[in-house]
């Protein structure tokens, strides 16, 4: 099971490129990368999700090194509304199973 | 709308005293899941299921019970619920081999 190491919290100043990185030295050649966003008293929301080299939607952007040990999601231009916890998942393919490990996710906090 | 709900969003109760906390879902999804969440530990799974009939635990099994009985139905059961229970806990849905994710709104439970 790909273990995910993010940064505990992060500041950032409305207008401002976000980049959030996440580390997964053990994923397996089936598992996808796959970010959630979370805010106070909700459950999780699906940002986006990648295998290899760059995604991007409407919401975010996601670049994946050809290792594929760690990925990086990146928010354009950050507003208040983008204050959360961000989750890196990859999800455990390995054994033909679907466990996930959230992990503790990364506080981003936008200041004005 | 589609959606995923659990009830009760939130629920007192005491030490033995057996609860349920329904999750529903109208996506048809095959994949649901069980998280609990609590301070400074992330999301945590629980018990997850492919489909109906066919479950699993996830990290964090001890103390809860599920069914899969019906594909839009996965109830999760505190036969005997204790004090360190108390925690906030969040169905997930999806379609099957689907990373995406579909969250409820959360119950928050507390056992004195």
């Known amino acids: 099971l790909a273990k995910t190491t993010q940064p505990i919290s992060m500041d950032s100043y409305e207008g401002q490129e976000v980049n959030i990185t996440c580390s997964h030295n053990?994923?397996?050649?089936?598992?996808?990368i796959t970010w959630y966003q979370q805010f106070p008293s909700q459950g999780p929301r699906f940002i986006i999700q990648?295998?290899?080299t760059k995604v991007t939607n409407e919401v975010a952007s996601l670049f994946i090194p050809a290792d594929r040990k760690s990925s990086t999601l990146s928010l354009p231009r950050v507003s208040l509304s983008d204050t959360a916890v961000y989750y890196c998942l990859v999800g455990d393919r390995s054994s033909g199973t679907y466990k996930y490990i959230f992990g503790t996710g990364t506080r981003l906090k936008v200041l004005a | 709308e589609a959606q995923v709900t659990q009830n009760p969003r939130y629920l007192i109760t005491v030490t033995g005293k057996k609860l349920t906390v329904t999750c529903s879902q109208n996506?048809?999804?095959?994949?649901m899941s069980w998280y609990r969440q609590d301070p400074g530990l992330g999301l945590r799974q629980i018990y997850y299921s492919m489909n109906v009939e066919v479950t699993d635990k996830g990290d964090v099994p001890e103390g809860y019970k599920v069914s899969r009985k019906e594909k839009r139905n996965f109830p999760l059961i505190l036969e005997s619920p204790s004090p360190n229970q108390t925690s906030l806990y969040f169905c997930?849905?999806?379609?099957?081999?689907?990373?995406?994710?579909?969250f409820g709104p959360g119950t928050r439970l507390t056992v004195l």
């Open positions: 990648g295998y290899k």
């Open positions: 997930a849905s999806s379609f099957g081999g689907s990373d995406e994710q579909f």
């Open positions: 996506m048809n999804h095959e994949y």
């Open positions: 053990n994923i397996a050649t089936n598992d996808y």
